[in-house]
Protein backbone atom coordinates (compact mmCIF):
# COMPACT_ATOMS: atom_id res chain seq x y z
CA UNK A 1 0.00 0.00 0.00
CA UNK A 2 1.25 3.05 -1.04
CA UNK A 3 -1.19 6.34 -1.22
CA UNK A 4 -4.15 6.56 1.16
CA UNK A 5 -7.19 9.04 0.42
CA UNK A 6 -8.92 9.95 4.20
CA UNK A 7 -12.78 11.16 3.07
CA UNK A 8 -12.56 14.22 6.03
CA UNK A 9 -15.35 16.55 6.63
CA UNK A 10 -14.50 17.85 10.09
CA UNK A 11 -16.79 15.61 12.06
CA UNK A 12 -16.08 13.53 15.24
CA UNK A 13 -16.90 10.53 13.15
CA UNK A 14 -14.08 11.24 10.30
CA UNK A 15 -11.63 12.89 12.97
CA UNK A 16 -11.98 9.01 14.75
CA UNK A 17 -10.78 7.95 11.37
CA UNK A 18 -7.93 10.64 10.54
CA UNK A 19 -7.11 9.34 14.59
CA UNK A 20 -6.31 5.68 13.51
CA UNK A 21 -4.78 6.80 9.45
CA UNK A 22 -2.14 8.92 11.43
CA UNK A 23 -1.64 5.95 13.95
CA UNK A 24 -0.97 3.78 10.85
CA UNK A 25 1.12 6.22 8.96
CA UNK A 26 3.67 5.92 12.08
CA UNK A 27 4.05 2.59 11.68
CA UNK A 28 3.76 2.40 7.89
CA UNK A 29 4.88 4.87 5.57
CA UNK A 30 2.37 5.87 3.33
CA UNK A 31 1.54 8.63 0.58
CA UNK A 32 -1.85 10.58 2.80
CA UNK A 33 -4.14 12.80 0.62
CA UNK A 34 -7.10 14.09 3.07
CA UNK A 35 -10.20 15.17 0.81
CA UNK A 36 -13.05 17.43 1.38
CA UNK A 37 -16.07 17.33 -0.82
CA UNK A 38 -18.33 20.15 -0.82
CA UNK A 39 -21.81 19.56 -2.56
CA UNK A 40 -24.02 22.20 -3.47
CA UNK A 41 -27.50 20.60 -4.55
CA UNK A 42 -27.96 20.95 -8.69
CA UNK A 43 -30.86 23.25 -9.52
CA UNK A 44 -31.86 25.83 -11.84
CA UNK A 45 -31.91 28.96 -9.20
CA UNK A 46 -32.33 31.97 -11.60
CA UNK A 47 -34.77 34.45 -10.79
CA UNK A 48 -34.83 32.38 -7.59
CA UNK A 49 -31.86 33.07 -5.97
CA UNK A 50 -32.43 34.62 -2.58
CA UNK A 51 -30.03 37.37 -0.67
CA UNK A 52 -27.51 36.21 1.13
CA UNK A 53 -27.33 33.02 -0.74
CA UNK A 54 -23.93 33.43 -2.08
CA UNK A 55 -22.87 34.56 1.26
CA UNK A 56 -23.83 31.74 2.19
CA UNK A 57 -22.30 29.34 -0.19
CA UNK A 58 -19.04 31.08 0.34
CA UNK A 59 -19.24 30.41 3.98
CA UNK A 60 -19.66 27.26 3.96
CA UNK A 61 -16.91 26.83 1.24
CA UNK A 62 -14.33 28.84 3.20
CA UNK A 63 -15.44 25.85 6.12
CA UNK A 64 -14.32 23.30 3.75
CA UNK A 65 -11.22 24.92 3.52
CA UNK A 66 -10.60 25.22 7.09
CA UNK A 67 -11.75 21.53 8.10
CA UNK A 68 -8.80 20.69 5.45
CA UNK A 69 -6.08 22.81 7.07
CA UNK A 70 -7.00 21.82 10.64
CA UNK A 71 -6.98 17.75 9.34
CA UNK A 72 -3.67 18.93 7.77
CA UNK A 73 -2.09 20.47 10.84
CA UNK A 74 -3.13 17.60 12.94
CA UNK A 75 -0.84 15.23 10.74
CA UNK A 76 1.76 17.67 10.55
CA UNK A 77 2.04 18.06 14.37
CA UNK A 78 3.05 14.72 14.54
CA UNK A 79 5.68 15.17 11.95
CA UNK A 80 3.66 13.61 8.46
CA UNK A 81 3.29 15.31 5.74
CA UNK A 82 0.25 15.24 3.69
CA UNK A 83 -1.50 16.40 0.96
CA UNK A 84 -5.39 18.28 1.13
CA UNK A 85 -7.55 18.09 -1.74
CA UNK A 86 -11.15 20.33 -2.04
CA UNK A 87 -13.25 18.69 -4.60
CA UNK A 88 -16.79 19.82 -5.41
CA UNK A 89 -19.81 17.38 -6.48
CA UNK A 90 -21.96 14.60 -4.98
CA UNK A 91 -19.11 13.40 -2.07
CA UNK A 92 -18.91 9.82 -2.78
CA UNK A 93 -18.76 9.96 -6.41
CA UNK A 94 -16.42 12.51 -6.13
CA UNK A 95 -14.29 10.71 -3.77
CA UNK A 96 -14.31 7.61 -6.56
CA UNK A 97 -13.53 9.40 -9.30
CA UNK A 98 -10.49 11.08 -7.47
CA UNK A 99 -9.01 7.82 -6.16
CA UNK A 100 -9.41 6.24 -9.76
CA UNK A 101 -7.85 9.20 -11.17
CA UNK A 102 -5.06 9.22 -8.60
CA UNK A 103 -3.93 5.54 -8.33
CA UNK A 104 -5.05 5.33 -4.38
CA UNK A 105 -4.92 2.21 -2.66
CA UNK A 106 -7.24 2.36 0.07
CA UNK A 107 -9.54 5.13 1.01
CA UNK A 108 -10.23 5.44 4.89
CA UNK A 109 -13.14 7.13 5.80
CA UNK A 110 -15.73 7.52 9.13
CA UNK A 111 -19.19 6.08 9.97
CA UNK A 112 -21.35 6.97 12.57
CA UNK A 113 -21.80 3.20 13.00
CA UNK A 114 -25.33 2.91 11.65
CA UNK A 115 -25.84 -0.05 9.49
CA UNK A 116 -29.08 -1.21 7.58
CA UNK A 117 -31.75 0.19 7.19
CA UNK A 118 -30.68 3.60 8.75
CA UNK A 119 -27.64 3.45 6.54
CA UNK A 120 -30.05 2.73 3.61
CA UNK A 121 -31.99 5.90 4.78
CA UNK A 122 -29.42 8.13 5.18
CA UNK A 123 -27.54 7.35 2.46
CA UNK A 124 -24.38 8.34 4.10
CA UNK A 125 -21.17 9.04 2.20
CA UNK A 126 -19.49 5.72 4.18
CA UNK A 127 -22.07 3.42 2.69
CA UNK A 128 -22.14 4.42 -0.75
CA UNK A 129 -18.54 4.26 -0.57
CA UNK A 130 -18.47 0.42 0.19
CA UNK A 131 -21.04 -0.02 -2.26
CA UNK A 132 -19.70 1.50 -4.95
CA UNK A 133 -15.62 1.82 -5.15
CA UNK A 134 -13.87 -0.42 -6.95
CA UNK A 135 -10.70 0.80 -4.49
CA UNK A 136 -10.88 -1.01 -1.28
CA UNK A 137 -12.52 0.97 1.80
CA UNK A 138 -12.06 1.26 5.70
CA UNK A 139 -14.69 2.42 7.52
CA UNK A 140 -14.04 3.61 11.06
CA UNK A 141 -16.53 3.12 13.02
CA UNK A 142 -17.82 4.98 15.91
CA UNK A 143 -20.70 4.23 18.80
CA UNK A 144 -24.06 5.03 17.40
CA UNK A 145 -25.64 7.82 19.27
Not at 24 to 29: E, I, R, Y
Not at 72 to 94: I, N, Q, R
Not at 127 to 132: C, D, R, S
Amino acid sequence: MKKVLLAYDGSENSGKALDWLADFAKQLPVEIVIVNVFHFPDTQWGDYLVSGMQQAVDGLLRRAQEVLKEAKDKFSELGLTVETVYLDGAPASEIIRYASAESIDLIVCGSRGQGGFKALMLGSVAHNLVTFSPIPVLVIRSDAS
